[in-house]
């Protein structure tokens, strides 16, 4: 989980660092369209929720969201990785990506 935090840290950081263009550069008079500070925290904190609702998963349906939507694997690729039935892995993201909406939308009304 924190190497997929830094990992997405360093794309937040790659997208907002500004791009040093010449004086006669034409593209120089186009407005920055990278995200401010508010954005930038708001995203920090969009993942720590994120990350906080993950942990709470159990060990199986949490492997195979994050193979699911950080690796950018199949369920039939989960499958095959972890050795587990592909029904078992449908049933593992299903079920899970309900408990991450719950526990995300219980961590905003606390908000």
């Known amino acids: 989980m924190v190497a997929v935090l830094r990992h997405k840290a360093l794309d937040i950081l790659r ?3 500004p791009v040093m263009a010449a004086p006669d550069d034409d593209s120089a008079a186009m407005a920055d369209e990278s995200p401010g500070a508010f954005e930038l925290v708001a995203q920090t904190q969009e993942a720590a929720r994120v990350l906080r609702c993950l942990g ?3 060990e199986g349906p949490r492997r195979s969201i994050t193979l699911a939507y950080y690796d950018g694997l199949t369920q039939e690729e989960i499958s095959r990785r972890l050795g587990t039935p592909l029904g078992t892995i449908k049933s593992w993201v299903r079920r899970g990506l309900l408990q991450l909406r719950g526990c995300l939308a ?6």
Do not use: K, Q
């Open 56 to 58: 709470s998963l159990e």
């Open 15 to 17: 997208r907002v660092r």
């Open 106 to 111: 219980e961590e905003g009304a606390h908000a």
